[in-house]
């Protein structure tokens, strides 16, 4: 029986089709450094000097004191998925599964990312490093320790495949033969596979490489440094919904608008709507954020690619925008939709708002407090090392969050949530606008999901396609590929009436 989750491609919906959208301008997240702020300067002082000595408190060296180290377990590479009876059907209409190599292989930006480490532009990021700190190793970026930790999942002549199965599902040496037998998912659960479906787990396991995760197995660090990012290296930005509908799905769509489609592809208790999917992908990905700020603050315990240099401050923690003022005319900083303490003075770098934003919709009462407290205490003394125990008891407290997620979310109305998201942020600030639109598209597919028509949905849509136009910017000409630039035409006044006709068209729903 053909059903459409068999057909990858019928998988687009309209919710993912607009996530999809979303995920375009964070590709083209843009930046300029012509007007670095006075603060960054202030910034590189400091990093210059007080912040050299390794850490040697032990409250730092407590970091994570609850997260023992599991053992490596072995890569064995894509091929020992590949058996036709397996994941490598070709034959149309067999499951998402059957054919979840093949998709992979014919179509995952995945398998490109070794590859890329072999072009010019990751010989320029090499060298530049290198020309900056000669304690970088000038090693071509694919024999990089600095650079192969992310681009790719086995070593030797498997290190070719790319990112592969086992960067996301977990190393299949101890799971291998456990999941071909009847009781897979339990037994692979048990030996180290990972439970992609539940979207917080997803999250964290996509995060380790889209935002920063620990050194993998042989040592190599997962970091993308603003000293990355200075030499040319894109900057990491992560949505789950956004970036898992970026891909081709080897996978059947759990959280498709049409419910029909959700349904009959649900399996148990893991069915889940588009909201809870954006947030607990949310929670996900800030677990890995936080989790980062502690292996940058304790420095004694971050390993780094030939360089001793001070880890804190680490500049990919903060707005990008707090340092890197475009050309201002256009973004009134007068102009906001709520929150007393807003617009930010300049000199308060604000924790990366992509990730940091909307968390009160996400989390509440201890948890949310504790968030809370420790982002003001890291923003006001931003220089400082955050305390490696607040952080360790902040994510302690989100694993807890977790369970509360869905239950918060399912008694507030389309309508409520999209006031509460519109009412949180600062439209003239680009990471916030753009959160924000994430929110909003999970709000619109769920809707759909529960069977509110288009036609009632068609002008919350509209506005939300303006939205994500005014925060795409123009690509850059020069060689053919987008840069980082500045939103030199954001337009927060723009942003901030279609954030709430969005609103005021999801309110009406009711
Ligand atoms: C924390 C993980 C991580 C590390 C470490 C890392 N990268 Fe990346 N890199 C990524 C991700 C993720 C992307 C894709 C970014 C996106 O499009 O959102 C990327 C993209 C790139 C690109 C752009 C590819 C394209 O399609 O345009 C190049 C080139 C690159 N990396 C080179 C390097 C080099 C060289 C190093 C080592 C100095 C390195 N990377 C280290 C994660 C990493
Ligand atoms: C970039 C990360 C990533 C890579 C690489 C990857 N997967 Fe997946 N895979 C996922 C995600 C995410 C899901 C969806 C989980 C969900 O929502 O249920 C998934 C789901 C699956 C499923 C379940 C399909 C179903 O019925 O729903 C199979 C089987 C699978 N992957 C096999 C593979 C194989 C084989 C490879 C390598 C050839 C591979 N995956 C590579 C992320 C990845
Ligand atoms: C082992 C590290 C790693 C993991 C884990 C990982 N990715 Fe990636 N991902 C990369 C790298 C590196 C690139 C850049 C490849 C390139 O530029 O060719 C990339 C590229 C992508 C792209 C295309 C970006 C672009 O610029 O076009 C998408 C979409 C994506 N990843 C989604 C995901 C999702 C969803 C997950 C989790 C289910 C995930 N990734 C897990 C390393 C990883
Ligand atoms: C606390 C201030 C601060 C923050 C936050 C910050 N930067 Fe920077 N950035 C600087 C300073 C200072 C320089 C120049 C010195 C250097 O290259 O490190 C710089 C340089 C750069 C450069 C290289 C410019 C050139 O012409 O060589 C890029 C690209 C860049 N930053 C991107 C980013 C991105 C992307 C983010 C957010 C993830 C970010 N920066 C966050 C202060 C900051």
Redesign the pocket.
């Known amino acids: 029986m053909a059903s459409p989750n068999e057909n990858p491609q019928s998988q687009n919906d309209r919710g993912s089709a607009a996530a999809a959208r979303l ?1 375009t301008i964070l ?1 083209a997240a843009v930046l300029t450094t012509a007007a670095v702020a006075g603060i960054a300067l202030l910034a590189t002082r400091l990093r210059g000097t007080a912040e050299r000595s390794p850490v040697t408190s032990p409250v730092a060296a407590a970091s994570n004191p609850t997260r023992p180290v599991p053992p490596p377990r072995a890569v064995l590479g894509a091929g020992s998925c590949t058996s036709s009876g397996c994941h490598a059907s070709e034959v149309q209409g067999h499951a998402a599964w059957q054919s979840s190599y093949t998709v992979w292989a014919t179509r995952d ?2 398998t ?2 070794e ?2 480490l072999h072009e010019p532009m990751a010989a320029q990021i090499v060298k530049l490093l290198a020309a900056r700190d000669p304690a970088w190793p000038m090693v071509p970026a694919h024999e990089n320790t600095a650079c192969i ?5 086995g070593r030797g002549p498997l290190a070719r495949e ?2 592969s199965c086992e ?2 599902h977990g190393p299949a040496g101890d799971w291998l033969v456990a999941h071909t037998l009847p009781d897979w998912r339990a037994a692979g659960n048990t030996l180290g596979m990972v439970d ?1 479906a539940d979207p917080f787990v ?2 964290q ?2 995060a ?3 935002v920063g ?1 620990p050194p993998t197995a042989d040592g190599s660090p ?1 970091e993308v440094s603003h000293d990355l990012i200075a030499a040319g290296h ?1 900057r990491l930005a ?1 949505e ?1 919904r956004s ?2 509908q ?2 081709p799905p080897h996978w059947r769509d759990r959280f498709a608008a049409d419910p029909a489609v959700a349904a009959a592809s649900a399996t148990g208790s893991s069915k889940l709507d588009p909201l809870d999917e954006w947030a607990l992908g949310r929670l996900g990905a800030v677990h890995a954020f936080l989790d980062q700020i502690a292996r940058q603050a304790g420095a004694s315990t971050r390993p780094r690619s030939g360089t001793t240099a001070d880890t804190w401050p680490e500049f990919t923690a903060f707005d990008c925008y707090s340092c890197h003022r475009p050309p201002v005319a256009a973004v009134d900083r007068g102009e906001t939709v709520g929150g007393a303490d807003r617009p930010t003075p300049l000199g308060t770098p604000k924790l990366e708002p992509l990730h940091w934003s909307l968390l009160d919709l996400v989390v509440q009462g201890d948890t949310a407090a504790r968030l809370t407290s420790l982002r003001r205490d890291i923003e006001y003394r931003w220089w400082e090392r955050p305390d490696a125990v607040t952080i360790s008891a902040c994510l302690d407290a989100i694993d807890a969050a977790r369970a509360h997620v869905q239950p918060a979310l399912a008694g507030m109305s389309a309508g409520t949530v999209a006031e509460r998201v519109v009412g949180q942020i600062d439209p003239a600030n680009w990471d916030e606008a753009t959160a924000a639109h994430a929110a909003l598209e999970a709000v619109i597919a769920r809707a759909a999901a529960h069977g509110v028509p288009a036609e009632s949905l068609a002008a919350a849509v509209a506005r939300l396609n303006t939205l994500r136009g005014l925060l795409e910017f123009p690509g850059d000409t020069t060689g053919g590929k987008r840069r980082f630039d500045s939103p030199h035409d954001y337009d927060a006044k723009a942003v901030a009436a279609e954030l709430r006709g969005i609103a005021a068209a999801l309110e009406a729903l009711q």
């Open positions: 995920f590709k930006p995945h490109r990312a590859r890329v930790g992310c681009h790719a999942t790319g990112v960067s996301c992609l997803c999250a396991q996509c380790g490489c889209h995760g997962r894109p992560f789950l970036f898992k970026a891909e």
